[in-house]
């Protein structure tokens, strides 16, 4: 029994880092969008219309990617 929860622990904290991973580059590519929206925007004056769907999706995978805040 031991051998299976040490096993099924250490898959739980695999898939956590990949999680967490996953979570981090949509926050990075949710930054990305939304600067390149900025420059585009205000300095070159042609804003790209893909920008904020990308940035919206991405937050949106952000947020259930993330844990949960913790308590206490």
């Known amino acids: 029994m031991r051998a299976?929860?040490?096993m099924l622990d250490r898959l739980?904290?695999?898939l956590h880092r990949a999680v967490?991973?996953?979570a981090l580059i949509?926050?990075?590519v949710l930054l990305g969008a939304a600067g390149w929206q900025v420059v585009a925007r205000y300095f070159l004056a042609q804003p790209?219309?893909?920008t904020e769907e990308l940035a919206r999706f991405s937050m949106v995978w952000a947020?259930?990617?993330a844990?949960?805040?913790?308590?206490?």
């Open 4 to 6: 299976m929860a040490t």
């Open 12 to 14: 739980s904290h695999g």
């Open 20 to 22: 967490l991973f996953c």
């Open 26 to 28: 949509a926050v990075l």
């Open 48 to 50: 790209p219309a893909w």
């Open 63 to 65: 947020g259930l990617l």
């Open 67 to 72: 844990p949960p805040a913790r308590s206490g």
